[in-house]
């Protein structure tokens, strides 16, 4: 390929890579990205020559002057300055991509393009960052690189005002010569260096986490049925989306066969609307702080004050790692006691502030602008049916808002729970007959009929006889209310798709669901589901698709980035630096059949050493290539090496940094005649090595000039090579 073309393909791949990495932010809206993506591919096809783009010119500086007041404007009525900043920088470099004229205009591209890879930084945490990071660092080498040559190319002739190349410098740009496969195979190996040695950065650089940037908001999942009200009908809207809201870390076998992941409860119904009564949205209750625990609820079975070894060695642990959603909600199996946060800075926890609610919530004070990860404990055992029928009729006056009912009911409602309940001799018996009489008679169907004026629950028992998971959660809690039985709604996730990869639980915005909680006298409350246990069961993975399996793993490589990248903090270096101590300490003090521990340090180690050989070959590989780029194994690189060997024994060695130009403009101060010898070297050796200039007597008496100068000579052999 032609080296001007080359050299602009590798720079529109690098600069792609680097708004991938910003528009790849959920920050970022579509709009933006596919508009930014349609004009990078406009500006390939534009002549950058063009004498039209010379007359708008000035229109491009308009804009930006435009673009910027509306940003500012944006900013000073509390939009985002980092999205701005974001907005602006795609401007210039898209601006920079259509006049790409000389080395100076692919300089400033490249500046513009580092500039977005540390934006992203902020905005996009995503493993999606970590690909087009590793991508821009290799095409980068290769791009900067070709940057260097093109420079020097450029500097050899005397490029136009308005920067089309011409003479000389148009045939080196379409020389196919110019660069081989040593040269990307020894810039891969300097990027694989530069590489490793970012990572052994990360590792070891020590972690401050002063979360400068970590405040700048992120639109979260819209999720249903988790604000203060919740309308019939729309769980089913969303009953096929696949897009993961949390993934859960626990112990598969220790989970039921159906886990319910609680979320909001709600206590009044009307209208075909479940909401929480205002005096309970006011409402919040404190939690119990023990070593590092917020005890929230007690569970059945558990001891009234139960101490915190007690739940972490008796209690379900999940590790969760919760998506932003558009709610305060904070979600875990039923029924949760306690959370924990992880061991991080103070700052990274004031992120995550947890309250509980009267209707055994738990919450976070403010909506959350990223992701959340914290530990939850939960009691997954259901309480014995003989325990449950010995409880007793509850009629407290605090309780009676969990019996309401719509003044329109239908009376048949009435009666349908009263013909199912009556020959029930308790609670706990009444409650079964309900939820067996739903789960047998009604289907589980996402499609559903309403006619207007017409109250859901009653339509749904008495005509459609089918509905989701809401519906049957209703209907059930307004059959035992009107029998005198407390009931509430809630609304969370169900079941899940095991991860084989990751070894976790993914809760897809598909998965959610409702389900009653009915108040026992002994026990407290009690969680029942009167949805057919088909549609909520937990999904294994031998039940997938081959092309679920791919999605399975991706999610499995992204968490393991959220965990090792995302979050990596100086805990985690603490962690690691003490575990490189622990196995020194215990390799020096082995004794006998004593042998160290190295099973917390034998990957740490395996990883610094392997960071370390790469950084090593790659400096090796790239100082071999900077010599070979002086002295190639050519008639032109002999001719040139002879002159800079003579110019070396006279007091003027050649630094590898200096190309040939700035290295006659080094000699310059010095000696003035030969510098303008030195200078007619180095356009000789340049026409001679890229532009394939077969005719090889001007290097020859360029060289022979330098070596009459410098033996007193320089008068005659000059008027010779000018001859």
């Known amino acids: 390929m032609q080296f001007g073309r080359l050299h602009q393909l590798l720079s529109y791949a690098m600069t792609l890579c680097a708004i991938g990495a910003l528009v790849l932010s959920p920050d970022i809206s579509l709009l933006t990205s596919i508009g930014a993506l349609l004009l990078v591919i406009a500006s390939w096809f534009v002549d950058p020559y063009a004498p039209l783009l010379l007359r708008i010119k000035h229109a491009w500086t308009v804009a930006a002057v435009l673009l910027s007041l509306l940003l500012v404007f944006d900013v000073a009525n509390g939009g985002s300055v980092i999205q701005a900043a974001v907005h602006f920088l795609l401007y210039i470099v898209i601006n920079k991509l259509f006049y790409r004229r000389t080395a ?36 980068a080498t290769w791009a900067m690189t070709m940057l260097h040559l ?58 401050i986490g002063f979360g400068l940037f970590g405040g700048h908001s992120r639109l979260g ?77 007690h569970a059945p079975g558990l001891p009234l004050r139960a101490s915190p070894n007690y739940i972490r060695r008796n209690l379900l642990k999940q590790d969760i790692y919760l998506e932003p959603i558009e709610s305060t909600i904070l979600f875990a199996a039923d029924r949760p006691v306690a959370l924990e946060l992880p061991r991080q800075l103070r700052v990274q926890r004031q992120r995550l502030k947890i309250r509980g609610a009267p209707l055994a919530e738990l919450r976070s004070a403010t909506r959350r602008s990223a ?24 009629k407290r006056r605090r309780l009676q808002r969990f019996v309401q009912l719509p003044a329109d009911l239908p009376r048949r409602v009435h009666a349908l729970a009263e013909r199912l309940t009556k020959d029930r001799p308790t609670l706990y018996d009444k409650v079964v007959a309900v939820q067996r009489y739903l789960q047998q008679r009604y289907r589980y169907t996402t499609t559903l009929k309403h006619r207007e004026g017409r109250e859901p629950i009653d339509e749904f028992l008495f005509e459609t006889r ?42 897809r915005q ?122 190639p194994k050519t008639l032109a690189g002999r001719l040139y090496q002879r002159a800079l060997s003579r110019l070396a024994r006279a007091g003027f060695s050649k630094p590898a940094s200096l190309t040939a130009r700035e290295f006659a403009r080094s000699i310059g101060t010095a000696r003035s005649e030969l510098a ?34 410098l033996s007193g000579n320089a008068r005659a052999v000059t008027a010779k090579a000018k001859g």
């Open 104 to 139: 100076r205009d692919y300089l400033q591209l490249y500046v513009v393009a580092l500039l977005m890879i540390i934006a992203a930084t902020t905005l996009n945490p995503d493993i999606a960052f970590g690909i087009c990071l590793v991508l821009y660092t290799l095409l």
């Open 150 to 207: 093109r420079a020097c190319l450029e500097e050899q002739q005397d490029t136009p005002r308005d920067g089309v190349p011409e003479g000389r410098l148009q045939q080196l740009l379409q020389s196919r010569g110019v660069l081989g496969r040593r040269f990307f195979w020894r810039s891969s190996a300097l990027s694989a260096a530069i590489i490793g040695a970012a990572i052994a950065f990360f590792i070891f650089f020590p972690r």
């Open 221 to 297: 999942l819209a999720m249903v049925g988790f604000s203060d009200e919740v309308q019939l009908g729309h769980h089913g809207t969303i009953r096929d989306n696949p897009r993961v809201v949390m993934r859960v870390i626990t112990e598969r076998d220790k989970l039921p066969r159906k886990p319910l992941w609680r979320g909001s409860a709600y206590d009044r119904y009307a209208d075909g609307r479940w909401s929480q009564s205002a005096e309970l949205r006011r409402w919040t209750v404190a939690l119990r702080q023990k070593d590092r625990l917020f005890i929230a609820n």
């Open 371 to 394: 992701g959340s990860r914290y530990l939850a404990y939960s009691s997954v055992t259901q309480p014995n049916p003989q325990t449950l029928r010995q409880a007793v009729a509850l």
């Open 466 to 507: 089918a509905g989701h998971c809401e519906y049957f959660a209703s209907a059930m809690a307004l059959l035992l209310r009107s029998q005198g039985i407390h009931t509430r709604v809630v609304n969370g996730f169900a079941g899940g798709k095991w991860n084989d990869y990751g070894q976790f639980l993914a809760i």
């Open 510 to 631: 598909g998965d959610a669901h409702a389900w009653i909680e009915v108040l026992f006298s002994n026990v407290g409350w009690v969680a029942f589901d009167p949805t057919p246990t088909a549609s909520t069961a937990l999904q294994q993975a031998t039940t997938i698709s081959f092309a679920e399996r791919v999605s399975q793993l991706i999610d499995a490589i992204r968490l393991r980035w959220f965990h090792y990248v995302v979050e990596y903090d100086l805990g985690k270096q603490v962690a690691i630096g003490r575990s490189f101590l622990k196995a020194f300490r215990s390799k020096r003090t082995a004794t006998g059949s004593q042998s160290p521990d190295r099973g917390s340090w034998r990957w740490p180690s395996i990883a610094a050493l392997a960071i370390g050989l790469v950084a090593l070959v790659g400096l090796l590989v790239w100082r071999r290539r900077r010599s070979a780029m002086v002295v």
């Open 676 to 709: 303008a010898l030195v200078d007619n070297l180095a356009t000789a050796y340049y026409l001679a090595r890229y532009a394939k200039v077969e005719d090889h007597v001007p290097l020859q008496r360029a060289v022979e000039a330098i070596e009459g100068a």
